[in-house]
């Protein structure tokens, strides 16, 4: 049975009359840019965050909607803009984008979310913002994070790519924060067929002076109160994600679903995502950890399913960012995370049956090849729980 990591392919077969029909309705238009497509998608976006009119601005992909919320803010290279350092590496180019120099935090070991403990330790008279990532579909502790930014006078700017519908204390992830920045690329929770992203935020001043960054800074056609860049959503790709809309509760049902299916099957085997209170995860991805990742994994890819790693290489220890000059050893948990991790197959259209083949798979690759070393999982990290051994294993 083959398990791919994803099916974009399979996604579009199953939605084809509703995305045909959007695209050839722009197509027939002869409207390609701000327009009413991206209009009515902005509209949906908000009513499906439980925000007013005027909150929800269309760009061009997650980094520009982290972008356009640290410019909109004020961010510029005087400043320091703290983030995890695990995370995907546009949540730092967008920080660059603005000429601001990221400070990297560590994370909590089990929600892989930014250890917010660690926060006040790093701020300075130059730290401007934070840019909690919600990684994996889950948030960040928002009250808190919330709690730190207006005693120190801080923005906050959720990266909420991977956290389309997620909660905290039941509000939507994205609208907690100042500004919420999500990403559509195809794979995501919701996905466009193409690049594309949105940025939400809490007054209509901010709403204002974001539909003016996006569109190079401009008030109207030709005049420009401030500078700005090209980053908006076209009009196939806003009408792409208008006709998905209302599938994306049920696709995270399914998604939480899944994983409390894989939550069931493997967590006597290997270290399973844990959810954290206050929040309702969306499993955009399904992420372990086990001590033979690499093993594992190929043992996976010889029984034909696929599965990545997310992140292999944290943003702080990349060659990219060596001037920042952190060294190794300076974020313990996200580099020990990072050895560790192993993301399996999670999309809404994945069946029962191909988790279970999933699940089978480890549970052989335990038994059959690991027996032996399995008790050593036991005595990992001091710092973070080992994986659970299976006395029964074997
Ligand atoms: C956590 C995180 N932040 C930012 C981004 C950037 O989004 P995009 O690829 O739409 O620019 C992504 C997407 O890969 C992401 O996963």
Redesign the pocket.
């Known amino acids: 049975m083959k398990v791919q990591f994803g099916d974009l392919k399979s996604h579009y077969t199953t939605y084809k009359e509703q995305i045909d029909a959007a695209v050839a309705r722009v197509l027939a238009s002869g409207y390609f840019i701000l327009g009413p497509e991206l209009a009515a998608f902005e509209r949906q976006f908000e009513e499906f965050l439980g925000l007013p009119e005027n909150r929800v601005v269309g760009c ?7 972008y356009l919320a640290l410019a909109a803010a004020g961010v510029g290279p005087e400043h320091e803009v703290l983030a995890p350092s695990h ?2 590496v ?2 730092i ?2 920080i660059r984008s603005t000429g601001a120099t990221p400070v990297f935090v560590d994370i909590c070991p089990r929600s892989y979310t930014i250890d917010v403990d660690q926060i006040e330790a790093k701020i300075t008279p130059k730290t401007k913002a934070i840019v909690p ?3 994996y579909g889950q948030t960040a502790d928002m009250d808190r994070i919330n709690a730190i930014a207006s005693r120190h006078g801080l923005t906050v700017v959720e ?1 909420c ?2 956290s389309t519908g997620a909660t905290f204390k039941g509000q939507q992830s994205g609208t907690v924060g100042d500004y919420g ?1 999500f ?3 195809p794979s ?1 929770n919701l996905g466009a067929f193409g ?3 949105a940025v939400c935020c809490k007054t209509k001043e901010d709403y204002d002076r974001l539909i003016k960054i996006r569109n190079y800074g401009q008030s109207k056609r030709y005049y420009n109160d401030i500078e700005g860049v090209n980053s908006r959503l076209d009009e196939i790709q806003a009408a792409i994600l208008g006709a998905q809309v209302e599938f994306v509760k049920g696709w995270n049902e399914r998604r939480r679903e899944l994983a409390a299916r894989y939550d069931a099957g493997l967590k006597e085997l290997v270290v399973t995502p844990e959810e954290t209170p206050d929040n309702e995860h969306v499993y ?1 991805l399904y992420v372990i950890e086990t001590s033979y990742r690499e093993e594992l994994q190929s043992f996976l890819l010889e029984r034909d399913v696929q599965t990545l790693i ?1 992140y292999p290489v944290p943003a702080h220890l990349q060659d990219a960012y060596s001037y920042l000059n952190y060294s190794k050893g300076s974020l313990p948990r996200t580099e020990s995370a990072v050895e560790r991790i192993l993301s399996l197959p999670m999309y809404p259209g994945l069946t029962d049956d191909q988790i279970d083949f999933v699940i089978e798979s480890i549970a052989e690759f335990y038994k059959t090849r690991k027996v032996e070393t399995l008790h050593k999982e036991q005595h990992l990290d001091v710092d973070r729980k080992p994986d659970q051994v299976a006395s029964s294993v074997g």
């Open positions: 061009n992909s997650g980094t520009d909607a982290i995370t995907a546009p949540t180019c967008a990532v919600h990684l990266d790519a991977q920045a990403s559509f690329y995501k690049d594309g992203g955009h997310h």
